[in-house]
């Protein structure tokens, strides 16, 4: 049974840096594991994440509107996925979500309770 747990979220201003950090349960060192974010009024998205490859390395993906600021990282021996979040910007702000896939696959079923980020100007 996977079971996800998301912490390190909180109140930060623009321009500052948060580490969101996922405790994962019942997942293997090929499952894909991601974060996502959902704002008030807008659909829940993808932000980045991290899966594994037959060639036996770890593959980042991130949203654009992220990309060069947030940097997914794993530790298998801890079994967590973190979330670097630098320069933060008020847009930002949202819950954000752990997500673990089928397998190595990108068809995210698992999801954490979820954790507030919320960036002031």
């Known amino acids: 049974q996977v079971q996800l747990a998301e912490s390190g979220g909180g109140l930060v201003q623009a321009g500052d840096s948060l580490r969101l950090s996922c405790a994962a349960s019942?997942?293997?060192?090929?499952?894909?594991m991601g974060w996502f974010r959902q704002a008030p009024g807008n659909e829940r998205e993808f932000v980045a994440d991290m899966i594994w490859r037959p060639e036996n390395v770890y593959l980042a993906t991130y949203a654009d509107s992220v990309k060069g600021r947030f940097t997914i990282s794993r530790d298998h021996a801890k079994n967590t996925v973190d979330l670097l979040m630098n320069s933060l910007k008020p847009e930002d702000t949202a819950v954000y979500y752990c997500?673990?896939?089928?397998?190595?696959?990108?068809?995210?079923?698992?999801w954490g309770q979820g954790t507030q980020v919320t960036v002031s100007s």
């Open positions: 997500a673990a896939g089928l397998g190595p696959t990108t068809r995210y079923v698992h």
């Open positions: 019942g997942v293997t060192s090929r499952t894909a």
